[in-house]
């Protein structure tokens, strides 16, 4: 793809054309939990069933093992479009333990996340039943909870992200296309972008000299890496991206 053709996807999702915003906040906030879970993954059991395919759209809950010794980083993941909430299992899986992060994989409603090909709204309420149903089981450290994703859940995670910034203090965005927020920013969150040296879907010049600088522009901690990798989240990225989370200060003030 060319770097024009880049340039003109970016600030046509960047202007938000054709897109109607509603159901745009995350209301869950971290409270005393009541529900006890042991280490280990659990599903979430809060799905529902995509009539076109007759799949079962619903997440992962990673519990780390040391979850119950003190608050934890919370993690929640983001598949591409068209993609799965297993997609992220085998890399990341084994990771939650190491960095003692609270991690959760979840579908999209539909093929991909809504505010990309459709209004916001269902995939907002899930993303909040997900968290109530993490908070409800789990002592999540205030000042590391992340939004973060592959492609378009890159892209959604920017965008939904920064829009509930009083919620999500950190970002994670690997080979995100653009990013549009469906509501005024709130807060400072710190963003990571990843993008991978050999992605043939979103060239890496896309994330290099328009996303990362224009949220540098817009006053955002950003941290930027580039990978020897395709359009997918490798184990080196995963891992930079976690020792990322688990190292950075809050989100700014």
Do not use: K
Not at 116 to 131: C, E, K, N, T
Not at 223 to 231: K, L
């Amino acid at each position: 793809m060319r770097l024009a053709t880049l340039a003109f996807v970016f600030a046509l999702g960047s202007s938000g054309c054709g897109r109607l915003a509603q159901d745009t906040r995350v209301e869950a906030r971290p409270a005393t939990p009541t529900i006890s879970v042991s280490p280990g993954a659990h599903r979430l059991g809060l799905g529902s069933l995509m009539l076109r395919d007759l799949s079962w759209r619903d997440g992962t809950l990673f519990v780390p093992r040391n979850a119950a010794t003190r608050p934890s980083p919370l993690l929640v993941l983001l598949h591409g479009g068209g993609g799965r909430e297993t997609d992220f299992h085998a890399v990341f899986r084994p990771l939650v333990d190491e960095f003692g992060v609270v991690a959760v994989t979840l579908d999209a409603r539909h093929n991909t996340w809504d505010g990309i090909d459709s209004p916001y709204g269902p995939d907002v309420r899930s993303i909040d039943a997900a968290l109530d149903h993490v908070f409800d089981r789990l002592v999540i450290d205030r000042s590391r909870i992340a939004l973060g994703g592959l492609s378009d859940g890159g892209t959604y995670s920017l965008s939904l992200g920064l829009a509930n910034g009083d919620l999500f203090t950190h970002l994670i965005a690997i080979a995100p296309g653009y990013y549009s927020p469906p509501s005024p920013p709130v807060g400072r969150p710190r963003i990571f972008v990843g993008h991978g040296v050999r992605d043939n879907v979103y060239n890496v010049r896309l994330s290099r000299y328009f996303t990362v600088p224009r949220l540098q522009g817009d006053g955002y901690d950003v941290t930027y890496f580039e990978f020897d990798g395709p359009h997918w989240v490798t184990e080196v990225a995963a891992r930079r991206a976690l020792e990322w989370l688990t190292e950075a200060p809050g989100p700014r003030s």
